[in-house]
């Protein structure tokens, strides 16, 4: 498993998400990757859904369709209605270990936008529901600064 953290230079979430993703591991292994995004042209071939974006294996469990490139902070809804700066170790425990989610999970449909590279165009995205993933419309690798259920 690969795990991609696209951050903001100096991004104050930075930290934080990094101790979370290790927590969410539970001592499995993973190749993690930071990377600092310094441009929108780079946000947007990366695919930064805004500052922590988390990639695992080049998709965004967490963002939505019709999303611009952000390198705004990003905000993620926690189950208790809070919003973060990342998101918690319950939900990067389900997007990184989706066969252990149980259909009793209570968290919203997350689309994922796959990632593209540099001069490819865009690719079809999945809709996850409490780890199942089921085939979603075509749609732009579109970073998003905050979820939509982060109003």
Known sequence: ????????????????????????????????????????????????????TVLINGVDPFAMPGTPASLSCRLYRGTDGRADGAPSVSDLRKALHPADATADCECPPMGAAAKTEAAEPASPGRTLTCGKATPSPLFPVSPRSVLPHVA
């Open 1 to 52: 498993m690969r795990i991609t953290v696209l951050t903001v230079p100096d991004c104050p979430n930075a930290p934080v998400i990094e101790e979370r993703i290790a927590r969410a591991l539970d001592s499995r292994n993973a190749d993690v990757d930071l990377i600092e995004v310094v441009d929108h042209e780079q946000a947007a071939r990366l695919g930064m859904t805004g500052s922590p």
